[in-house]
């Protein structure tokens, strides 16, 4: 079975500091493992995918995320957080050996950037 | 180029009707999945669907059903509706259904069930 666990459902931070969302994963089969990010009133757009090629991964606006396997974890960071930043962010997990839940999103984390 | 529509935007149900929540994907993509997305909660795998054959379920029970035309655009049925069933429905596309595939979201049917 798999499953997605964000460890902190709400963060805060001041413009210009550095930004870490966490997520620790579990999965039977190798995943691959996405970040989306969800804009108030928006569609989820994808920020970056790790799909077994190089461990750290660099996606839009500046957002990267390391895969530990030894830590099943995918935490994204960014050096600098920006207003526009301020959204909710999933971690998800995707595997092609069973047919039933697939995909898994994890709970979501809130962003606040405070001017 | 268009991106992944759904229709209709928002739908006002009472328990125990029906409901048919329609997806086209984008251009080119084969494959459909459909989510469900309570408020607060991140979005639950439903369905997948790929060339009219599904390759993908999540845990809800048989009243939810899916189905993937010709032209690659879904439906997404949802028979004898409950209160619980109010929620965003969300549609992604993406060319295959390989799970390293970039799955590209519609704006979603907010669906109220009274």
């Known amino acids: 079975a798999q499953s997605v666990t964000q460890l902190d459902s709400h963060v805060s931070v001041s413009e210009g500091t550095p930004v870490l969302l966490r997520c620790n994963y579990s999965s039977s089969y190798s995943p691959s493992l996405f970040w989306y990010v969800q804009h108030p009133n928006k569609g989820l757009q994808l920020l970056l995918k790790?799909?077994?090629?190089?461990?750290l991964v660099k996606g839009i606006n500046g957002f990267e995320a390391e895969f530990k396997k030894s830590e099943t974890s995918f935490h994204l960071t960014k050096p600098s957080a920006h207003m526009s930043d301020a959204a909710e962010y999933f971690c998800v997990v995707s595997v092609m050996k069973t047919s039933y839940d697939k995909v898994i999103f994890g709970p979501g984390t809130s962003l606040s950037v405070i001017p | 180029d268009a991106g992944v529509t759904q229709s209709p935007t928002h739908l006002i149900k009472t328990r125990g009707q029906h409901v048919t929540l329609r997806c086209s994907p984008i251009s080119g993509h084969k494959s459909v999945s459909w989510y469900q997305q309570v408020l607060g909660q991140g979005p639950q795998f439903i369905f997948q669907?790929?060339?009219?054959?599904?390759?993908g379920r999540g845990n809800f029970p048989d009243r939810f059903s899916a189905r993937q035309f010709p032209n690659y655009s879904s439906e997404l049925n949802v028979n004898a509706l409950l209160l619980g069933d109010s929620a965003l429905y969300l549609c992604?596309?993406?060319?295959?259904?390989?799970?390293?595939?970039?799955?590209?979201f519609g704006p979603g049917t907010r669906l109220l069930v009274l």
């Open positions: 669907y790929y060339e009219k054959e599904e390759r």
């Open positions: 992604a596309s993406s060319l295959l259904a390989q799970p390293e595939e970039t799955q590209y």
């Open positions: 790790y799909t077994s090629a190089a461990t």
